[in-house]
């Protein structure tokens, strides 16, 4: 069981992907000329991100926005707005790539060059990593590392925070998992355009789920790292429940802060502190284990 600021029972993170446009051009045939389809990404910067900016000014919660370097461009001053209410911006590729066979040299241009817009535009440093689509390939966490990030939220094995490993070390780089559980379009993403989806559940429903995760989360002490999409969760109706989410998880003993920001206290707790360049050798013999008792792993008893 980790041990959050504060004695606070549970880590909430509020993470949106302003996939916009790139949710339809990286989904089935011909949507780069499909306009209503494009019409529908544009929704999330156009009216989604101005209802969440303001509800989170409301409850004076800072979140994280993974952003593809395309959408920077095409959105300058909406992704300026984010960072001046003090939001951090992470990796979530240039073009919202989702290329299996993307080799390590095409991964780091891209990284280089969707970093590179995000410090023009708002001088922020990227420190984490969402992957488009979900896709992470066999030398991910050796590039995250050489670009200087602390977190990835890609895996999806676990209910808390770990420390990953390279070559039976313990490297200095935080995953904070994620999962559809928390995603928005297992909800609310309505397509009939191949791959079809009808999950459409009204916000109600979205509400009853995340919060009964959060109470049982929350006596483990364990975490819940979102996956929103202003275009479907920037709805006025899913900001109103987002928001009755949020004052309940406030009151019910959740710290709610950015991915850097949990992945900072990870690093602190773990004896990493101001030098995430330290490495820590695995103890001779360990191995992943499983309790049945607390479904925790040993690398979470780590933490």
Known sequence: MTQWPDNKRIAIMLAFDIDAET??????????????????????????????????????????????????EKYPLVVQEIARRGHEIGFHGYL??????????????????????????????????RAPGGVIHDYSLE????????????????????LHQIDGKTVPLVELPKDS???????????????????????????????????????????????????????????????????????HGAWLDTNKAVASWILEQNGFGSDPSKVQETPTGHSETWDPRTHVSAREKLL
């Open 181 to 251: 559980i928390f995603d928005d379009t297992a909800y609310d993403f309505y397509t009939d355009s191949a791959p079809e989806r009808y999950e459409l559940k009204s916000p109600d429903e979205m509400y009853e789920i995340w919060k009964e995760e959060f109470d049982s989360l929350a006596d483990e002490g364990r975490m819940i790292n979102f996956v929103l999409h202003p275009q479907f969760m920037g709805r006025a109706s899913r900001i109103q429940m987002l928001s009755r989410l949020i004052g309940y998880m406030k009151t």
């Open 96 to 129: 919202h790539e989702e290329f299996t066979s993307t080799t390590r040299e095409e991964e780091d241009a891209t990284m280089h060059r969707s970093e590179k817009i995000i410090e023009d535009l708002t001088g922020q440093k990227m420190a984490g990593h």
């Open 23 to 72: 949710m339809w051009t990286t989904r089935g045939d011909g949507n780069e000329d499909h306009i209503t389809n494009l019409s529908r990404g544009a929704y999330g910067p156009k009216q989604g991100i101005p209802r969440i900016l303001d509800m989170l000014d409301v409850h004076q919660v800072k979140a994280t926005f993974f952003i593809p370097g395309v959408i920077a």
């Open 143 to 162: 590039l995250f590392l050489e670009h200087g990030y602390i977190y990835s939220s890609n895996w999806r094995d676990s209910d808390g925070p770990f």
